[in-house]
């Protein structure tokens, strides 16, 4: 438990100081941070800036959770339709230049199984992709149980059956997975000092 909040605050810090910019010039994303990892069954916040300067009247966002799989196909919505709107609720300040900041906060699923993915903000047809790696939702209890795999056996049983993925990429994003957590439980120790 203390571990997931660590996870969350390491995350959030990592969205504040990054942001890119559409090819399209419409929008910045903010969050998710690019080649970041997010787990499931927690929250993948999705951030992204309206400029002043350019009329969002007549532009559609979707936003989805696209599979980076090859061969895949899975694509899970995260948003329909987004909030486009420039009002002053959402208005905020960097030294002279307005812009306006919506988010939709997603939980993702237990039934998404760990690998890589893009987020993909998709304005009128055009996608600005995001690629993040989703890691499993047991990853977290594996440091208490030391290595153990009962908690991942059963998450891959349930979230294996979308993808075609083979057993060798499970065992790669294991050893990446433990890595990664190592990391971010070093940042959350760093924080708490
Ligand atoms: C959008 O992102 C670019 C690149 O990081 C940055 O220079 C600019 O200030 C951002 N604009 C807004 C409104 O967030
Ligand atoms: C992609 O989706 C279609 C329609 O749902 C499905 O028939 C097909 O098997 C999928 N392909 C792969 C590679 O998953
Ligand atoms: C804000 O606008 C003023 C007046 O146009 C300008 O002098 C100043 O440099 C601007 N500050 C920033 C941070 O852009």
Redesign the pocket.
């Given at each position: 438990m203390k571990f997931s909040v660590a996870t969350i605050i390491a995350a959030t810090i990592a969205a504040v100081s990054a942001q890119v910019t559409a090819p399209t010039g419409v929008f910045n994303v903010s969050s998710p941070t690019p080649n970041s990892p997010y787990v499931a069954q927690q929250i993948l916040p999705c951030t992204y800036q309206l400029f002043q300067d350019v009329d969002t009247t007549g532009i559609t966002m979707n936003i989805n959770l696209v599979s980076a799989a090859a061969?895949?196909?899975?694509s899970l919505p995260i948003s329909t339709n987004s909030d486009m709107s420039k009002s002053s609720n959402s208005a905020k300040q960097n030294g002279n230049t307005t812009y306006y900041e919506h988010s939709v906060n997603y939980m993702i699923p237990t039934t998404v199984a760990p690998g890589d993915y893009k987020v993909s903000f998709v304005a009128n047809n055009a996608p600005f992709d995001i690629p993040i790696t989703i890691l499993p939702a047991a990853s977290s209890s594996l440091i208490s149980k030391s290595g153990s795999a009962t908690g991942s056996s059963g998450a891959a049983s349930t979230g294996g059956s979308i993808?075609?993925g083979s057993a060798p990429s499970r065992v790669n994003l294991d050893l990446t997975t433990k890595t990664l957590v190592a990391l971010t439980a070093v940042a959350g120790v760093a924080l708490a000092l």
């Open positions: 061969g895949s196909n899975v993808f075609t």
